[in-house]
């Protein structure tokens, strides 16, 4: 492909813009490029992305990982995040702090949202409204709405509190 400004040399720089929806290409050479103040990269260096991605790698190992360990099995943490499995049901307890976080960073939220299995629907979502109902109150106290607390009160009674706050 030839130069589109000169006609006279092939094309090495194409540049693509999209204007008014309109898409618009050029295709220069590097001479009428840089007449144009057109200012590109001539070469790209693999070694020096492989160099990058490697250090970047190297970082995120150096990480500290904490020597936490279960009292049961002795499984530590650094383990458990390279293998993914737990070795006995204390690990759960023993790396309740890291694995909340890792949850967390996986589903952004520690609070499942999911379906409701049909035989604990009931309950699950009784609770969940009295949790709902709770929050509700103490927002109301905190900005001082104390009659819209007291109607809160009264619902959460209704669940079967006995002390609603």
């Known amino acids: ?3 589109e400004n000169c006609g006279k040399r092939d094309a090495t720089v194409h540049l693509t813009e999209i204007r008014n929806k309109q898409k618009m290409e050029m295709h220069l050479c590097d001479q009428c490029s840089q007449e144009k ?3 590109h990269k001539q070469h790209f260096d693999i070694s020096e992305l492989l160099q990058t991605l490697n250090s970047a790698e190297d ?9 936490a360990k279960c009292p049961n099995c002795g499984l530590s ?3 458990f995040r390279s293998s993914g499995r737990f070795g006995c049901a204390h690990d759960y307890a023993a790396f309740r702090e890291h694995i909340a976080q890792m949850i967390e960073g996986i589903h952004d939220s520690l609070q499942h ?3 409701i299995p049909p035989r604990a629907g009931e309950q699950v979502l009784r609770a969940r ?12 106290i905190e900005q ?3 009659e819209e607390a007291a109607k809160l009160r009264d619902k959460l009674m209704e669940f079967g509190e006995d002390e609603a706050c």
């Not at 970082?59 to 020597?67: F, G």
Request: proline share 3%; with cysteine; hydrophobic share 35%.
């Open 1 to 3: 492909m030839k130069c």
């Open 37 to 39: 103040g057109i200012t």
């Open 59 to 67: 970082a995120r190992k150096k990480q500290k990982v904490p020597a």
């Open 77 to 79: 943490l650094a383990r």
């Open 113 to 115: 949202v999911g379906k």
């Open 129 to 140: 409204k009295r949790k709902d109902l709770h929050g509700q109150m103490k927002a109301a």
């Open 144 to 146: 001082e709405d104390y």
